[in-house]
């Protein structure tokens, strides 16, 4: 559809604009400080006009896990008249935080060494592994791709230094930027869109690419609404990113007061990615890096795998441990859990000092079970004990007001799974990632027991419903699967997620060394992991496809899912399928459940990898 068919649908009465826009007017917005769009209103003011036109207050906060991160939002409640409460469905801005943080804590990981029975990644060897022919390069003037970036910039310097090493045509690599450059600021990041920008080229080589990069505080409602307006639109985005599903607004006591709320954001972001599908581009989203039990936004509370998979990434000083985990009582009843839960919103008790005391006293008191925390080899804590945790002596600390004691699973303690958005809105096409080993012929899950520093993401949704294209493969998989998590964890009825997968493991990137001019080098090489990688790799390879479908006069593939559960069920040699692995660990600790892959769909990989001559011959030819 057009840009204007899609307007005439989603638009509201011009009658109910005009009333918006004069209350507006009322409250000294002038017309240069709005953008009037088909369907919402963009301001663009300053504290003192906001704080009178939603009758509150503002003030900096300070992010608890980047001291250089500040966001400007209220502090009291915010209000409009009620004549505009049937007008306006939501406000964004004022009290909503969305952070993400995750990638570059990764990125920070994963350059670790790694172990040398998996490959390093290039453009040729993924070329070489899918079966995509290493001249085939983009030729129609008419198609497009885009990298989505959130407090992230990619360096110049480093994109031409990639190039040169794994010899890809300057000429060739044709990318246009959009948004801020947040380069020079505290909390801008590199090595994200280092990744996307270098891949997404180098695989989708001669392709018109768009840089499109959100403000401080924006999140995909941002982006979404930023890559519309664009004339024509891209064919393809990729997003690297994802938050937790019911976190999308991270925010204080005020965030409903306007009508935001996760679920609120999830609908209003849903609907962007359907006009955005209407307009034939496709959407490929990173499914996360932390499993099924995610890092930053789990409860912490799965129990840890200390007998099979203790310290997965390896550097502490026992492979296994009778007791793995602690719980914390505080004093108010709601619970922590150390280590699993150093990620979590609760985990900012860890780093106090005086946390660290009443575990040293913990310790001191269990001495007959060789209580001891131990780090990986990123620095993660680790708890050792000879004992079981029912065996351990509980401990009060009168100063944090806290009780320690071993942990013991319990289903109302927190939920054991946090599924991730965007990639799980049924709009996009979530993207995980595998692991190649050298000498073998197959993939298996990306995952921080075997060698990885991620493990895919994946997983059942919490608030939006299975579509109708995956209930066939997901059914499938819920017969056969073994060692499914308790019934009580996850909604088989929900979005199922990712769509399928590709290697993210052992990236070869380059990176700007110049830390006076990140945009230059000197630059190197580093090896990283993420299903940051597998995602605009996978978009610069339906990319190709969609250039020949360009080319022979057709339209390019536009929503993408449709397509790629119907050639499982008539053509599987598209995929290659993954049946090894599971996505039970995050980035450091191993859960006793997850998903594990199987015969066909799972949540670990989806569909599988993309086989790219059956899978371009196959669209051609349904196309």
């Known amino acids: 559809m057009s840009l204007e068919e899609i307007n005439l649908l989603v638009s509201p009465s011009k009658e109910d604009v005009k009333t918006v826009v004069k209350w507006l007017k009322s409250n000294d917005i002038s017309k240069e400080e709005m953008m009037i769009h088909s369907d919402f209103i963009q301001l663009r003011i300053n504290v003192m006009k906001a704080s009178n036109l939603f009758e509150t207050e503002f003030a900096y906060y300070q992010s608890i896990r980047n001291s250089l991160d500040q966001r400007i939002r209220i502090v009291k409640s915010a209000s409009i008249p009620k004549y505009l409460n049937n007008k306006i469905d939501f406000i964004l801005g004022l009290s909503d935080f969305i952070e993400d943080n995750k990638f570059y804590e990764t990125m920070f990981k994963s350059r670790i060494d790694v172990k040398d029975s998996f490959v390093t990644i290039t453009p040729s060897f993924i070329k070489s592994y899918y079966g995509i022919p290493l001249n085939q390069i983009g030729e129609n003037e008419n198609n497009s791709i885009s990298v989505a970036s959130f407090n992230d910039f990619y360096s110049a310097g480093a994109l031409g230094y990639f190039d040169s090493q794994y010899n890809i045509g300057e000429s060739s690599i044709r990318v246009n930027n959009s948004g801020p450059n947040c380069f020079g600021l ?36 941002d982006w979404a609404s930023s890559i519309q307006l664009f004339n024509p639109i891209p064919k393809i985005a990729s997003i690297s990113y994802s938050w937790a599903e019911l976190e999308q607004c991270q925010a204080t006591s005020f965030c409903p007061t306007l009508g935001i709320d996760s679920q609120v954001y999830i609908q209003r972001s849903n609907i962007e990615f359907q006009k955005i599908g209407l307009r034939g581009t496709t959407i490929f989203v990173s499914s996360g890096d932390d499993g099924s039990t995610s890092f930053y936004t789990t409860s912490g509370n799965c129990p840890i795998d200390g007998l099979n998979h203790y310290c997965p990434l390896g550097g502490c000083n026992h492979t296994i441990t009778q007791c793995p985990s602690l719980t914390i009582i505080q004093s108010n009843g709601s619970l922590a859990f150390f280590p699993n839960g150093i990620g979590a919103n609760t985990g900012i008790l860890f780093s ?81 990632a595998t692991q190649i080993i050298t000498n073998q012929p197959d993939e298996i899950v990306c995952s921080s027991s075997t060698g990885a520093a991620v493990t895919s993401g994946g997983g059942f949704a919490v608030t939006q419903s299975q579509p109708y294209y995956q209930v066939v493969a997901v059914g499938k998989y819920l017969e056969i699967a073994e060692n499914l998590p308790p019934s009580f964890s996850f909604d088989p009825t929900k979005r199922a997620y990712p769509d399928i997968s590709l290697v993210a493991h052992k990236y070869s990137i380059g990176y700007s060394a110049n830390h006076s001019s990140l945009d230059s080098c000197p630059c190197a090489l580093m090896n990283v992991d993420g299903t940051s990688a597998s995602t605009p790799t996978v978009a610069g390879i339906f990319a190709l496809i969609n250039d020949k479908l360009l080319s022979a006069g057709k339209s390019q ?28 660990c995050n980035r450091a ?16 990989t989806g569909l599988g990898s993309i086989n790219f001559p059956n899978m371009e011959q196959y669209i051609l030819n349904i196309k």
Do not use: R
Not at 559 to 567: D, E, G, H, S, V
């Open 589 to 604: 600790y191993c859960c006793q459940y997850g998903f594990s892959a199987a015969v066909g769909y799972d949540p670990a």
């Open 352 to 432: 106090n000092q005086s946390f660290v005391d009443a575990v040293n006293e913990f310790i001191k008191t269990n001495w007959q079970c060789d209580l001891s925390i131990e780090e990986d080899i990123s620095q993660n804590p680790h708890l050792y004990s000879s004992c079981s945790c029912e065996n351990l002596i509980p401990t009060i600390n009168n100063e944090l007001e806290i009780k320690i004691l071993g942990y013991s699973f319990d289903e109302n303690s927190g939920s054991l799974f946090s599924p991730q958005y965007p990639t799980s809105s049924p709009y996009v096409t979530s993207v995980g």
């Open 186 to 221: 505290n909390y801008c990041g590199q090595a994200e869109s280092d990744l996307d920008i270098q891949y997404i080229t180098a695989i989708g080589n001669n392709i018109s690419t768009l840089f499109l990069s959100s403000g401080n505080g924006e999140w995909v409602l």
């Open 557 to 584: 593939l536009g929503f993408l899912n449709p397509l790629l559960y119907q050639a499982a069920q008539e053509q599987p040699n598209v995929f290659n399928d993954i049946v090894t692995g599971n996505i039970n």
